[in-house]
């Protein structure tokens, strides 16, 4: 499958380099300028979960391309649409009359009515979904961060369609187990509300489990993100279970 990752982000890098490894072809899609800012490379250390319990850590330096301009007659299947809320209407107004015949994977967070919140993309054309796995950059430039082995997708009450079954496959055969939500509306909204009282104190999140009595496991999954936080100078004290997600509550060192 010819892939493009929206922009250079966490999200976007960590599962461009997980697809690419799968055997896609996989280019970014920056703002003009930016690819000569970026450089030819990204620097990944990475705990990658998908085959280990306890992660396997990944240093290396992966060959990236960059586009800096997207034409309607593309030949891409899918683009990876991976931004923050606040940035979506843009980034949908950008893409609106550039899709071309690819399927849209809307990967993150939404704070709004879905389908509001695409603006004009072609609502046949679009695939929900929701990335398990974060990090950052430092200020050396590596990206730092975990990789889970399990990513959410969604649909709007109704079965998947062939589009949406093909980018499911795309992450499979990327080593990642889909979990289905089939009302990916009201999962958004309840888990939209749960991340900031997380994020305020936390320095990544991971999903626990939801059945009882598996706050251990939780502790388990939420290891990446607070080995995270040692990385980037900063000291993980508790990891606390809020509703569906796992929080590292962090203080700062010293």
Not at 101 to 111: K, M, P, S, Y
Not at 165 to 187: H, I, M, T, Y
Not at 189 to 194: A, D, L, N, Q
Request: net charge positive; charged share 25%.
């Amino acid at each position: 499958m010819k892939i493009l990752m929206f922009g250079r982000g966490v999200i976007a890098t960590i599962y461009g380099w997980a697809l690419r490894q799968a055997g896609h072809d996989v280019e970014f899609y920056v703002r003009p300028g930016r690819a000569a800012t970026y450089g030819d490379a990204v620097d990944l250390d990475l705990i990658d979960m998908r085959r280990r319990v306890w992660g396997r850590r990944v240093a290396e330096r992966w060959p990236v391309r960059y586009r800096e301009a997207l034409e309607p007659d593309h030949d891409f299947d899918l683009i990876v649409l991976s931004v923050p809320h606040h940035r979506l209407a843009e980034a949908t107004a950008f893409l609106s009359p550039r899709v071309g015949q690819a399927t849209v994977l809307v990967f993150g967070n939404i704070w709004a009515e879905p389908l509001a919140a695409i603006g004009a993309l072609p609502v046949d054309q679009v695939a929900w979904g929701f990335p398990q796995a974060g990090g950052g950059f430092g200020a050396d430039g590596v990206l730092r961060g975990a990789l889970l082995p399990s990513v959410v997708f969604g649909t709007l009450s109704r079965p998947p369609t062939d589009r949406e079954r093909a980018v499911r496959q795309a992450f499979r055969q990327a080593g990642l187990r889909p979990k289905e939500r089939p009302d990916f509306r009201g999962w958004l909204w309840v888990h939209s509300r749960r991340m900031p009282a997380c994020s305020r104190r936390a320095c990544g999140w991971v999903p626990c489990p939801s059945w009882p009595g598996r706050r251990a496991t939780c502790a388990r999954r939420c290891w990446p993100a607070a080995n995270f936080c040692r990385s980037s100078r900063r000291v993980a004290s508790t990891c606390d279970v809020t509703g569906a997600v796992c929080c590292c509550s962090v203080r700062p060192p010293g």
